[in-house]
């Protein structure tokens, strides 16, 4: 069992940053995800990272946000510049023990999840 906690949410005004990190009570053999959920929608993929650290991005994320791990201290962080209105969300990350590249089917039923962070973006 491993034991995921995010940290680094905020209240921030629209163009500003945030980093938000997810800690692992142990190492990850697999690939990392960030997701996000907003209030009446459904949980959404934000990004994903390969255990060799290969990035994917949602298009409504891409060259604002930028995901990467930390072996050492098995931390996944999300660098998340440009911020917007939109992307006020609860962000959750997710680990997936059973590949090494981030299959959203497995990794999402099958993996371990944190408890979120809250964004909040003003206009």
């Known amino acids: 069992q491993v034991r995921l906690v995010e940290s680094g949410g905020g209240l921030v005004q629209a163009g500003e940053s945030l980093r938000l990190s997810c800690a692992a009570s142990?190492?990850?053999?697999?690939?990392m995800a960030w997701y996000r959920q907003a209030p009446g929608k459904q949980r959404e993929l934000v990004a994903s990272?390969?255990?060799?650290?290969?990035?994917n991005y949602a298009d409504s994320v891409k060259g604002r946000f930028t995901i990467s791990r930390d072996y050492a201290k098995h931390t996944t962080d999300l660098q998340m510049n440009s911020l917007k209105p939109e992307d006020t969300a609860v962000y959750y990350c997710n680990a997936c023990q059973t590949s090494i590249f981030y299959i959203s089917s497995i990794c999402s039923t099958r993996g371990f999840w944190g408890q979120g962070t809250q964004v909040t973006v003003s206009s």
């Open positions: 142990g190492d990850i053999v697999g690939a």
């Open positions: 990272i390969t255990r060799g650290g290969g990035g």
